[in-house]
Each structure stands twice: as C-alpha cells, then as structure tokens.
C-alpha cells in the first residue's frame, strides 16, 4: 500500500470523518472553531494504491469457471474447466500483477483512497467563545 511521508493537517465532525485538509495546526485549530468545534488530527494518505494488490488469481479462476462452464462444461462432470496447478496459478497471480503495475504505471494513474495510512495528534478543539458586543 506504499506509505506517504508527507503529513498534514485534518479536520473533522468526528474522529472518523475527516474532510478539510490544513497546511498547519494552526489552520487546523482555526478550521474547527469556525466549525463550532472539531476534531484535528495529523495523518497521511497512501502515497499510491497499487490496482494489481486487489487481484486473487484464485478468485480469478473460479470465477472464469462458473462463467465459462454453461458454455464449454462437460454436462457429465463437475470438475473444474480451467484446471491448473498451484504453481502454475502463483505464476499467473505474479504476472498479472505485473502487468496491472505496468498499465497503472504507463497511464500515471495514482490511488490514493480516502482511509490514512497513519495518524498522530488526535486532539478535539471547542468552538471559538462568542464575542460579546
């Protein structure tokens, strides 16, 4: 999932939802005042989610299986229609990501997620005190 090391500044309703990202603390601090308080909290997103780690060549092949079956099954049998052997589906899983790697790479394609990868210096800040006139 490839760690970003450039932290910044959230805020956010909740210590679950964050949506205003700061330059500083002391952005962030006035942010969640003018928001009638908030949380803060200091994270960094992945610097970029490789495609290819959400691939199962396993799941891959049971699915080509099942949608290939109706068309290219033995209506006798119930063996597997793509049969290969575990080194023979390791390989497939390593060249796919391979090329998956590549094809994001080759299209500058960058994911970054909506989830931090880590955080620090969680911290609820009250809304600012009205001013008396």
Known sequence: ??????????VGSSEES??????S???????AKEHDGAHI????KPSNIKL??????????ENADENAWEDHGD??????????????????QAMVHAAMD?????????FTGWQFSASRNHEYIPAAEAEEV
């Open 52 to 61: 290819s780690g959400y691939f199962d060549a396993d799941y891959f092949m």
């Open 102 to 110: 590549a094809w994001q790479e080759k299209h500058g394609l960058t």
């Open 41 to 44: 909290i200091e994270a960094c």
């Open 75 to 92: 209506p006798e049998g119930d063996g597997p229609l793509f049969d290969v052997t575990l080194d023979q589906q390791s390989d497939l």
């Open 18 to 23: 964050y949506h205003t990202e700061c330059a």
């Open 1 to 10: 999932m490839g760690d970003n090391n450039d932290w910044s500044w959230w």
């Open 25 to 31: 603390r002391e952005e962030a601090v006035e942010v």
